[in-house]
């Protein structure tokens, strides 16, 4: 295997996942790099998926599985890129792996150690996005590929003090003898003939939308959270409620953070119209009499099947309102929504018990390291650039390296895995080429 | 501005996409008829829009929210301030308003006011005219100025600056209204004039740094005298800096709870939103509540844009009282504020209401006359 | 050889052991017939919960392995291989789900527990009468299908000729291109349409792996995932290469049949636009100045009828107003579907207007303006700053008033009827399936949605593979698309079509029917229940036979057969009622 033609695929999301199993399935080999604990990315938070309403990780878990088994992928998880030299058909690739002071290969996925972090739920969860806690030694979700134990450097008394009482007791309860906090980094070099790009996207920040309170009430939630929320394997096991208190109206604010140039963020996410069109069935599902309203301001229901969904989530008695709210605030223990309905031409307050914010995707904070390293440039929107909007959706300027899924621009599962495959017959054509002869004069 | 151009070609609204997030925020909106997204939709479907026999555009505060929230950058206000030029223009004005403008243009203020006493107030303060030379122009403002109440404010921020060992001069009875509100109801023409005027005296003074009572004189320094260049400052940035490098030092305490109220051409329009927070929170003894209206989510006080001067179509229905309910609701017994046109709506408006015993309404600066 | 059974019960960390007590399973389990050994393991796909199976197998001389745990869709595949690697057959595994059938669906922990034992006794009693079956490989051809020359089809062949292997573009019309050729300048980005496709079929055409029919069409297919036999009628006008020439003296003889045998088969057919004669209440066809958009495209063309010049006989419209939605959302045509690129190349088509028109009146009808992709937002935001009036509202009808034309409309944010004269209306006429799709559907038995595209095999994770293996989907055939969109959905289709090329080889199922001859009447019931057309009456013995490479093993055969002479191996009647037995 070893003098097997090979491609680099960065970001371990459903794109990337993607374009290494084809790559892979096609007898190639494909090194996937993940920076997270696990591979899934994004789409391992989400619940049901629009339209089709697929349960999320029902879907996508077989095909973890199927990653983590492949023989032709190698995985690098907690792992990162940090040097990229050469050119097409031969770069030169270094891998740091950071330390995850847990020696993988005896490490059984028990949880003894989570159970006995010192630290133990006093850690913000990013896959429940702050509506769930963990502890520094932790597996980041349940279905987590690879099913092992990683500790937060970050956090982790004993790395960050030196102690963590008198013995740490993660360490100590561990039957498989498997923390290891002398655990460094470690470097490995590749070689590869392609490099596939799928970082995938940050969510939008909603506290930089001011109006909606965000962050000062603790209704006002993101769809992302929205997903946590009605997960059947999150914080509150899929019941649609934050407190006591019965949920009676149900708000859905689209736009927040996209087709805004005061932001910045002139485009639109693509997403999050469909997103919340799924959300508020839902809630209709879970809460039958709620009263759901979603405000809109172009209803973008473009893909297969996309208006079928919006047609029935109306008929599901789901109201749409055309306005974009300006502002929110309390009355009472209730949110109070404000808005003009365009359509009535008058401005009205809506009352809420929860209010769901359709946050956009915008570019990663770490985009930068990545132009850098792999000398990308990035589109007027902050996405990676493709070499040509028509006809070269999935290439870039530097030749031999592709762009997968949301890392180029907002996209659908569907799209993505389109694109990642995309990609994935581009590396599959380098990676054919009869060695020494470069692709334009094959014959 | 040439008002034989339709609104459509004075005012760039073609961003617009009826999102109504601009109407839904305005907090006239719930009180009148005024629907600004409305009339950015006849000026782009029908090209012009007339403002004949409209009087809700009188109701308009300017507060700015419309332009805060729009996505699309557009600014809806523009629309309004066009409308009205056109009835100014044509000599459709409110009796009260018009008043005030030639109260402007005789008198340089809006309240039919002598200039020459313009500087009344600060007798006996130990103030000196700028042209005496100084490092700061104080920047006094018409209200300020004449009005009884307000001029409280002024001398306690003269307090203060002496305190600080500010070396300060103010223009006296040179002085003219800054206006901002002129601007705003619609009367370009004067606002050139006497912008024009203003900058002269500036120039001639040799000013380097001007600092303002009202947020509303600071919004139009900075943002709309054209080749101005010298630094503008609102009293409260000020005077933040002023206890931040430990020149103005508090003797005493205040053992109250305060809260505050952002005055709009200070928060929305000019996002100040910190500096007067940081001087309440620096005076001893003072607990800072936030109500659930503030910042960028602020209530307009209903003073601004010419309100000032004019009743509006619906004055029975005041936005201040609604902003007494959230002071008492989050417990303060004092509501402080930065700017002279909410002072003053809200000390009518207490009255009114009969929140004036529950609730004492002040400016910042005079707290902290109190404690240095 | 008895039946040696080996039980793993997984707690799948608390997913399972939380609901159920995996320690009393296991035990129940060790207590059943022809059971060796049964564990329970924290996970039993680990790493070390796989080691224990394998030694287990070696040390006991387990031959059969039932694995309590998860759904088979996500462990089945890791376990046979696990117990291939020790020496076994991979089809003597059985997985009994305790985890979605059990754990995730019960709360109360005592029922729950004996619920799982149940499970795993009836897969332990089918598990004992499981046989081995024998895993498959069939060679591939090394060669793929394109069917239709658009642009989708065109890009799926580059990459699968770039990859080194041949592609035949079998396109129906004389020329290459499809619709992009129709096209003046695309959105966003107001590139030319024809350069970009220029450089696409000049590729094309020079390319040494790509073989292009047109005048041509796909009349029948046979065979199975790397080894189709298809047949291309050609019509005479044919011309093999040149994809451009529209010589006629470029004749080809009589019509012939190709017979061309591949591995793979993309279908790129493309779609119809909408006839807008089917929305009378616009008088498309009665007024000439009502025109769709493809006429637009080239009306505005340099090389159209009026040079590129918007003129409507000869006069030059003040007032052209844009309709959207012609033909989609529309329920009452059956087309519910939105087409996903109208409201851009309205935008487009607005803003070429202006460029030629710099004072026309240009109003656009919408009732929401859907501009989501990359740059789109940003181009509806330039367009309407060009002076074109968007207003919401779709326009009920259109009449004539003198020498113009009326367009009657809600405007729904003035909450008013509104009348808009114009000299020009342009009517966004949507994208539907293709009228003769059936005619590539049939022979590669393609799937519709509701919609009536081609059915993609899962609309999230699989977008571009059908029920067919072998055969792939790209383009507007399977949905509404911007160019942009379906060049990565073609190169997706090319990923998908090069793995049996590249690796010259495809495993094929092993879970297939069986036919017992002394039992079968060749009735044919059985083929008519089979939708992978695995079944055909063999016309020397008048007996049905099965293409075991064709079948699928899904089992409908089986239930269709009067006589039962047809059973699927690995579900045969004993295997499923000894669990079914067990479990009642």
């Given at each position: 295997?070893?003098?097997?033609?090979?491609?680099?695929?960065?970001?371990?999301?459903?794109?990337?996942?993607?374009?290494?199993?084809?790559?892979?399935?096609?007898?190639?080999?494909?090194?996937?790099?993940?920076?997270?604990?696990?591979?899934?990315?994004?789409?391992?938070?989400?619940?049901?998926?629009?339209?089709?309403?697929?349960?999320?990780?029902?879907?996508?878990?077989?095909?973890?599985?199927?990653?983590?088994?492949?023989?032709?992928?190698?995985?690098?998880?907690?792992?990162?890129?940090?040097?990229?030299?050469?050119?097409?058909?031969?770069?030169?690739?270094?891998?740091?792996?950071?330390?995850?002071?847990?020696?993988?290969?005896?490490?059984?996925?028990?949880?003894?150690?989570?159970?006995?972090?010192?630290?133990?739920?006093?850690?913000?969860?990013?896959?429940?996005?702050?509506?769930?806690?963990?502890?520094?030694?932790?597996?980041?979700?349940?279905?987590?590929?690879?099913?092992?134990?990683?500790?937060?450097?970050?956090?982790?008394?004993?790395?960050?003090?030196?102690?963590?009482?008198?013995?740490?007791?993660?360490?100590?309860?561990?039957?498989?003898?498997?923390?290891?906090?002398?655990?460094?980094?470690?470097?490995?070099?590749?070689?590869?003939?392609?490099?596939?790009?799928?970082?995938?996207?940050?969510?939008?920040?909603?506290?930089?939308?001011?109006?909606?309170?965000?962050?000062?009430?603790?209704?006002?939630?993101?769809?992302?959270?929205?997903?946590?929320?009605?997960?059947?394997?999150?914080?509150?096991?899929?019941?649609?409620?934050?407190?006591?208190?019965?949920?009676?109206?149900?708000?859905?604010?689209?736009?927040?953070?996209?087709?805004?140039?005061?932001?910045?963020?002139?485009?639109?996410?693509?997403?999050?119209?469909?997103?919340?069109?799924?959300?508020?069935?839902?809630?209709?599902?879970?809460?039958?009499?709620?009263?759901?309203?979603?405000?809109?301001?172009?209803?973008?229901?473009?893909?297969?099947?996309?208006?079928?969904?919006?047609?029935?989530?109306?008929?599901?008695?789901?109201?749409?309102?055309?306005?974009?709210?300006?502002?929110?605030?309390?009355?009472?223990?209730?949110?109070?929504?404000?808005?003009?309905?365009?359509?009535?031409?008058?401005?009205?307050?809506?009352?809420?018990?929860?209010?769901?914010?359709?946050?956009?995707?915008?570019?990663?904070?770490?985009?930068?390291?990545?132009?850098?390293?792999?000398?990308?440039?990035?589109?007027?929107?902050?996405?990676?650039?493709?070499?040509?909007?028509?006809?070269?959706?999935?290439?870039?300027?530097?030749?031999?390296?592709?762009?997968?899924?949301?890392?180029?621009?907002?996209k659908d599962i569907p799209d993505a895995v389109a694109q990642a495959k995309a990609t994935a017959s581009s590396a599959i054509v380098?990676?054919?080429?009869?060695?020494?002869?470069?692709?334009?004069?094959?014959? | 501005?040439?008002?034989?151009?339709?609104?459509?070609?004075?005012?760039?609204?073609?961003?617009?996409?009826?999102?109504?997030?601009?109407?839904?925020?305005?907090?006239?909106?719930?009180?009148?008829?005024?629907?600004?997204?409305?009339?950015?939709?006849?000026?782009?479907?029908?090209?012009?829009?007339?403002?004949?026999?409209?009087?809700?555009?009188?109701?308009?505060?300017?507060?700015?929210?419309?332009?805060?929230?729009?996505?699309?950058?557009?600014?809806?206000?523009?629309?309004?301030?066009?409308?009205?030029?056109?009835?100014?223009?044509?000599?459709?004005?409110?009796?009260?308003?018009?008043?005030?403008?030639?109260?402007?243009?005789?008198?340089?203020?809006?309240?039919?006011?002598?200039?020459?006493?313009?500087?009344?107030?600060?007798?006996?303060?130990?103030?000196?005219?700028?042209?005496?030379?100084?490092?700061?122009?104080?920047?006094?403002?018409?209200?300020?100025?004449?009005?009884?109440?307000?001029?409280?404010?002024?001398?306690?921020?003269?307090?203060?600056?002496?305190?600080?060992?500010?070396?300060?001069?103010?223009?006296?009875?040179?002085?003219?209204?800054?206006?901002?509100?002129?601007?705003?109801?619609?009367?370009?023409?004067?606002?050139?004039?006497?912008?024009?005027?203003?900058?002269e005296l500036f120039s001639s003074c040799n000013v380097e740094h001007i600092v303002t009572t009202s947020p509303h004189c600071f919004?139009?320094?900075?943002?709309?005298?054209?080749?101005?260049?010298?630094?503008?400052?609102?009293?409260?940035?000020?005077?933040?800096?002023?206890?931040?490098?430990?020149?103005?030092?508090?003797?005493?305490?205040?053992?109250?709870?305060?809260?505050?109220?952002?005055?709009?051409?200070?928060?929305?329009?000019?996002?100040?939103?910190?500096?007067?927070?940081?001087?309440?929170?620096?005076?001893?003894?003072?607990?800072?509540?936030?109500?659930?209206?503030?910042?960028?989510?602020?209530?307009?006080?209903?003073?601004?844009?010419?309100?000032?001067?004019?009743?509006?179509?619906?004055?029975?229905?005041?936005?201040?009282?609604?902003?007494?309910?959230?002071?008492?609701?989050?417990?303060?017994?004092?509501?402080?504020?930065?700017?002279?046109?909410?002072?003053?709506?809200?000390?009518?408006?207490?009255?009114?209401?009969?929140?004036?015993?529950?609730?004492?309404?002040?400016?910042?600066?005079?707290?902290?006359?109190?404690?240095? | 050889?008895?039946?040696?059974?080996?039980?793993?019960?997984?707690?799948?960390?608390?997913?399972?052991?939380?609901?159920?007590?995996?320690?009393?399973?296991?035990?129940?389990?060790?207590?059943?017939?022809?059971?060796?050994?049964?564990?329970?393991?924290?996970?039993?796909?680990?790493?070390?919960?796989?080691?224990?199976?394998?030694?287990?197998?070696?040390?006991?001389?387990?031959?059969?392995?039932?694995?309590?745990?998860?759904?088979?869709?996500?462990?089945?595949?890791?376990?046979?291989?696990?117990?291939?690697?020790?020496?076994?057959?991979?089809?003597?595994?059985?997985?009994?789900?305790?985890?979605?059938?059990?754990?995730?669906?019960?709360?109360?922990?005592?029922?729950?527990?004996?619920?799982?034992?149940?499970?795993?006794?009836?897969?332990?009693?089918?598990?004992?009468?499981?046989?081995?079956?024998?895993?498959?490989?069939?060679?591939?051809?090394?060669?793929?299908?394109?069917?239709?020359?658009?642009?989708?089809?065109?890009?799926?062949?580059?990459?699968?000729?770039?990859?080194?292997?041949?592609?035949?573009?079998?396109?129906?019309?004389?020329?290459?291109?499809?619709?992009?050729?129709?096209?003046?300048?695309?959105?966003?980005?107001?590139?030319?349409?024809?350069?970009?496709?220029?450089?696409?079929?000049?590729?094309?055409?020079?390319?040494?792996?790509?073989?292009?029919?047109?005048?041509?069409?796909?009349?029948?297919?046979?065979?199975?995932?790397?080894?189709?036999?298809?047949?291309?009628?050609?019509?005479?006008?044919?011309?093999?290469?040149?994809?451009?020439?529209?010589?006629?003296?470029?004749?080809?003889?009589?019509?012939?049949?190709?017979?061309?045998?591949?591995?793979?088969?993309?279908?790129?057919?493309?779609?119809?636009?909408?006839?807008?004669?089917?929305?009378?209440?616009?008088?498309?066809?009665?007024?000439?100045?009502?025109?769709?958009?493809?006429?637009?495209?080239?009306?505005?063309?340099?090389?159209?009828?009026?040079?590129?010049?918007?003129?409507?006989?000869?006069?030059?419209?003040?007032?052209?107003?844009?309709?959207?939605?012609?033909?989609?959302?529309?329920?009452?045509?059956?087309?519910?579907?939105?087409?996903?690129?109208?409201?851009?190349?309205?935008?487009?088509?607005?803003?070429?207007?202006?460029?030629?028109l710099p004072e026309a009146r240009i109003t656009v009808f919408y009732i929401d303006v859907r501009a989501f992709g990359k740059g789109?937002?940003?181009?509806?935001?330039?367009?309407?700053?060009?002076?074109?009036?968007?207003?919401?509202?779709?326009?009920?009808?259109?009449?004539?008033?003198?020498?113009?034309?009326?367009?009657?409309?809600?405007?729904?944010?003035?909450?008013?009827?509104?009348?808009?004269?114009?000299?020009?209306?342009?009517?966004?006429?949507?994208?539907?399936?293709?009228?003769?799709?059936?005619?590539?559907?049939?022979?590669?038995?393609?799937?519709?949605?509701?919609?009536?595209?081609?059915?993609?095999?899962?609309?999230?994770?699989?977008?571009?593979?059908?029920?067919?293996?072998?055969?792939?989907?790209?383009?507007?055939?399977?949905?509404?698309?911007?160019?942009?969109?379906?060049?990565?959905?073609?190169?997706?289709?090319?990923?998908?079509?090069?793995?049996?090329?590249?690796?010259?080889?495809?495993?094929?199922?092993?879970?297939?029917?069986?036919?017992?001859?002394?039992?079968?009447?060749?009735?044919?019931?059985?083929?008519?229940?089979?939708?992978?057309?695995?079944?055909?009456?063999?016309?020397?013995?008048?007996?049905?036979?099965?293409?075991?490479?064709?079948?699928?093993?899904?089992?409908?055969?089986?239930?269709?057969?009067?006589?039962?002479?047809?059973?699927?191996?690995?579900?045969?009647?004993?295997?499923?009622?000894?669990?079914?037995?067990?479990?009642?």
């Amino acid at each position: 295997m070893g003098d097997m033609e090979a491609t680099l695929v960065i970001g371990a999301g459903i794109a990337g996942m993607q374009a290494a199993l084809d790559i892979a399935d096609a007898g190639f080999k494909a090194y996937l790099v993940e920076k997270e604990p696990s591979i899934g990315g994004r789409m391992a938070q989400l619940d049901e998926t629009f339209p089709t309403l697929d349960c999320s990780s029902c879907i996508l878990t077989p095909q973890m599985v199927s990653v983590g088994g492949h023989p032709n992928i190698e995985l690098f998880t907690y792992s990162e890129v940090v040097e990229v030299d050469g050119s097409a058909g031969q770069f030169k690739v270094k891998v740091r792996k950071k330390p995850r002071y847990i020696d993988v290969d005896k490490c059984t996925g028990c949880g003894i150690c989570a159970e006995n972090c010192r630290l133990k739920d006093r850690i913000d969860s990013e896959f429940n996005v702050a509506m769930g806690r963990r502890g520094a030694a932790y597996m980041p979700f349940p279905q987590a590929v690879p099913l092992k134990y990683t500790i937060d450097g970050e956090h982790c008394l004993m790395i960050q003090r030196g102690k963590c009482g008198k013995s740490p007791p993660c360490r100590d309860a561990c039957p498989a003898e498997a923390i290891d906090f002398k655990q460094a980094e470690e470097i490995v070099e590749l070689e590869v003939v392609a490099i596939i790009v799928a970082t995938g996207f940050d969510p939008f920040d909603a506290q930089l939308k001011p109006e909606y309170g965000y962050g000062v009430y603790e209704d006002v939630i993101t769809g992302l959270q929205f997903e946590r929320l009605s997960s059947a394997s999150g914080p509150t096991f899929g019941e649609i409620k934050l407190d006591e208190r019965p949920i009676k109206d149900v708000v859905f604010i689209q736009c927040v953070g996209s087709r805004d140039r005061t932001l910045g963020n002139p485009y639109c996410s693509r997403v999050c119209c469909m997103y919340t069109a799924k959300q508020a069935h839902l809630v209709r599902e879970k809460l039958p009499e709620a009263r759901v309203t979603v405000f809109y301001t172009d209803m973008r229901a473009f893909g297969k099947g996309f208006e079928e969904f919006y047609d029935r989530v109306r008929e599901e008695r789901v109201l749409y309102r055309r306005g974009n709210p300006s502002e929110i605030y309390r009355r009472g223990d209730r949110l109070v929504v404000r808005a003009e309905d365009t359509l009535l031409a008058k401005p009205i307050e809506m009352e809420a018990d929860l209010v769901v914010l359709a946050i956009g995707l915008v570019p990663r904070e770490d985009a930068d390291d990545v132009t850098g390293l792999l000398h990308l440039s990035r589109s007027g929107d902050g996405f990676f650039m493709e070499s040509h909007p028509k006809l070269r959706p999935t290439e870039t300027e530097v030749e031999g390296i592709f762009l997968a899924g949301c890392c180029q621009g907002p996209k659908d599962i569907p799209d993505a895995v389109a694109q990642a495959k995309a990609t994935a017959s581009s590396a599959i054509v380098m990676m054919s080429q009869p060695k020494d002869k470069p692709a334009a004069d094959q014959e | 501005m040439e008002t034989d151009q339709t609104i459509l070609e004075r005012c760039d609204l073609w961003g617009c996409i009826q999102c109504g997030k601009c109407t839904g925020g305005c907090p006239l909106s719930f009180k009148t008829t005024l629907n600004v997204r409305r009339l950015i939709y006849e000026a782009l479907v029908e090209g012009d829009v007339n403002p004949d026999g409209m009087e809700e555009l009188w109701d308009c505060t300017t507060c700015g929210t419309c332009v805060l929230r729009c996505p699309k950058e557009v600014e809806p206000v523009d629309v309004i301030v066009a409308l009205r030029t056109e009835l100014v223009d044509g000599g459709i004005i409110p009796p009260t308003i018009r008043d005030a403008l030639t109260s402007v243009f005789r008198y340089g203020n809006p309240s039919l006011m002598q200039p020459e006493e313009r500087a009344d107030w600060a007798e006996g303060l130990g103030v000196k005219s700028i042209s005496d030379g100084a490092d700061v122009l104080y920047f006094v403002g018409c209200i300020p100025s004449y009005d009884d109440r307000v001029q409280k404010v002024a001398k306690a921020l003269v307090k203060a600056f002496h305190k600080a060992e500010v070396d300060f001069g103010i223009l006296g009875v040179e002085e003219k209204c800054c206006c901002n509100e002129v601007r705003r109801v619609g009367e370009e023409g004067l606002f050139e004039y006497v912008v024009e005027e203003q900058q002269e005296l500036f120039s001639s003074c040799n000013v380097e740094h001007i600092v303002t009572t009202s947020p509303h004189c600071f919004n139009t320094f900075t943002n709309e005298y054209e080749g101005l260049d010298i630094k503008v400052q609102h009293y409260t940035q000020f005077v933040a800096e002023l206890i931040d490098n430990g020149k103005l030092a508090f003797t005493g305490e205040l053992n109250k709870v305060v809260t505050y109220h952002d005055p709009c051409f200070l928060g929305k329009q000019n996002a100040v939103y910190d500096e007067p927070r940081k001087i309440l929170q620096s005076i001893p003894g003072v607990e800072f509540r936030e109500m659930d209206r503030t910042r960028d989510r602020s209530l307009c006080c209903e003073g601004g844009g010419g309100r000032m001067w004019g009743e509006g179509t619906n004055p029975e229905e005041r936005l201040a009282t609604s902003r007494f309910e959230e002071v008492l609701s989050v417990g303060a017994d004092i509501m402080a504020v930065a700017c002279p046109f909410c002072l003053l709506t809200f000390d009518l408006a207490a009255k009114a209401g009969g929140y004036d015993e529950k609730v004492q309404v002040t400016d910042i600066i005079e707290l902290v006359a109190e404690v240095i | 050889m008895p039946p040696k059974v080996g039980v793993y019960v997984c707690h799948c960390g608390i997913n399972i052991a939380h609901t159920v007590a995996v320690q009393d399973v296991a035990r129940a389990a060790a207590g059943l017939p022809d059971v060796a050994v049964a564990r329970d393991y924290i996970y039993v796909c680990s790493d070390p919960g796989q080691q224990s199976i394998q030694d287990d197998i070696k040390e006991l001389g387990l031959n059969r392995v039932v694995v309590a745990s998860c759904s088979p869709r996500m462990h089945e595949l890791t376990f046979r291989r696990v117990i291939q690697e020790a020496g076994l057959n991979p089809y003597y595994l059985q997985i009994a789900n305790i985890r979605e059938q059990c754990s995730w669906v019960h709360s109360e922990r005592g029922s729950a527990t004996e619920k799982a034992k149940e499970v795993v006794a009836a897969a332990v009693s089918r598990a004992r009468l499981l046989e081995p079956l024998e895993e498959r490989e069939v060679q591939v051809t090394r060669a793929a299908l394109v069917v239709g020359g658009g642009i989708a089809g065109l890009q799926a062949a580059l990459d699968i000729a770039d990859a080194g292997y041949i592609a035949y573009v079998v396109e129906k019309e004389s020329t290459v291109g499809g619709k992009v050729a129709q096209l003046g300048l695309t959105f966003p980005t107001l590139d030319d349409a024809g350069t970009l496709l220029g450089e696409i079929s000049e590729r094309v055409e020079q390319h040494p792996n790509i073989e292009v029919f047109t005048n041509s069409e796909l009349v029948d297919a046979e065979g199975f995932i790397g080894n189709f036999q298809v047949k291309v009628h050609r019509h005479p006008r044919h011309s093999d290469k040149g994809a451009h020439s529209d010589n006629a003296e470029d004749l080809a003889p009589a019509e012939s049949v190709l017979e061309l045998g591949v591995g793979t088969v993309i279908v790129a057919t493309g779609f119809d636009v909408f006839d807008a004669s089917l929305k009378p209440e616009f008088g498309y066809s009665v007024y000439d100045n009502v025109i769709t958009a493809l006429e637009f495209e080239q009306l505005s063309s340099p090389s159209g009828p009026t040079g590129g010049e918007i003129k409507i006989d000869g006069r030059t419209p003040e007032d052209v107003v844009f309709i959207h939605c012609v033909g989609s959302r529309d329920r009452n045509l059956g087309n519910p579907y939105c087409s996903r690129i109208c409201c851009m190349y309205t935008a487009k088509q607005a803003h070429i207007v202006r460029e030629k028109l710099p004072e026309a009146r240009i109003t656009v009808f919408y009732i929401d303006v859907r501009a989501f992709g990359k740059g789109f937002e940003e181009f509806y935001d330039q367009v309407r700053e060009e002076r074109v009036r968007y207003r919401r509202g779709n326009p009920s009808e259109i009449y004539r008033r003198g020498d113009r034309l009326v367009v009657r409309a809600e405007d729904t944010l003035l909450g008013k009827p509104i009348e808009v004269e114009a000299d020009l209306v342009v009517l966004a006429a949507g994208i539907v399936p293709r009228e003769d799709a059936g005619q590539v559907a049939g022979p590669l038995k393609l799937s519709r949605s509701e919609d009536g595209f081609f059915m993609e095999l899962h609309p999230k994770l699989r977008p571009v593979d059908t029920t067919t293996d072998g055969v792939y989907l790209a383009g507007c055939c399977q949905g509404p698309k911007d160019i942009t969109d379906t060049i990565a959905q073609a190169k997706a289709a090319a990923s998908s079509a090069l793995i049996p090329l590249s690796l010259g080889r495809v495993r094929v199922e092993s879970v297939t029917c069986a036919i017992d001859p002394l039992l079968c009447s060749g009735c044919g019931l059985c083929a008519e229940a089979c939708v992978y057309g695995a079944l055909a009456l063999d016309g020397r013995t008048g007996l049905m036979t099965a293409n075991q490479v064709v079948c699928k093993g899904c089992g409908a055969c089986a239930t269709a057969c009067p006589s039962g002479a047809i059973v699927v191996k690995h579900f045969t009647p004993d295997q499923i009622l000894a669990e079914v037995e067990a479990a009642i």
